[in-house]
């Protein structure tokens, strides 16, 4: 009898003492008014195609600078986030590469996208290009029509931290390697 009034007086402690931490908590440690993220830089390419074996590759350059992909990840403005080689050593079928800016200086930047190795051509290639405030400055298909092709996406001008309007352009621009 004395026993289970004493586990009845130590559950009835442990319940309340439980209470107590359910209410305390959320005031110590309240949700966070603002849910959305920031973006990594001030302008960001990013690139998708159909799942699959394919290695497709987002090359990105501004002015003179070395381009900025696989091989060379990041150069003055432009830092490669992600360079994904289809179903290799993956844990998704989404296949994606994305870049972005640090700052938005002055002069002339491109997209390139590049089929590494693709078996199945043409290959549909989305492309979107947009600021961090959200404004699109591009978006659109590339379709690459064997393995090896490179094609710019877009090319176009910044001039006092905003898109020169009518400086876009798709004309191929070689891009500059490290070797």
């Not at 996406?153 to 898109?163: L, N, S, Y």
């Not at 876009?168 to 891009?175: R, T």
Request: glycine content about 6%; some cysteine.
């Amino acid at each position: 009898m004395i026993r289970t009034l004493i586990q009845d007086v130590l559950l009835a402690m442990l319940l309340g003492v439980a209470a107590t931490i359910m209410f305390i908590l959320p005031s110590v440690n309240p949700a966070s008014t603002e849910q959305q993220l920031s973006p990594p830089g001030n302008l960001i390419a990013a690139i998708t195609w159909p799942a699959g074996d394919e290695d497709v590759d987002l090359w990105v350059s501004y002015g003179d600078d070395f381009a900025v992909g696989y091989s060379n990840k990041s150069a003055t403005v432009w830092s490669l986030l992600r360079d994904d080689l289809g179903n290799k050593s993956d844990t998704t079928p989404l296949n994606f590469e994305s870049a972005f800016t640090r700052g938005l200086p002055d002069g002339e930047y491109a997209v390139n996208v590049r089929c590494y190795s693709c078996t199945k051509v043409p290959m549909p290639v989305s492309v979107e290009v947009r600021l961090a405030d959200g404004v699109t400055v591009w978006s659109g298909v590339v379709d690459i029509m064997k393995s090896g092709q490179e094609r710019t996406a877009i090319r176009f001008r910044v001039a006092d931290g905003a898109v020169v309007a009518d400086s876009a352009n798709s004309v191929f621009k070689q891009m500059k390697r490290k070797s």
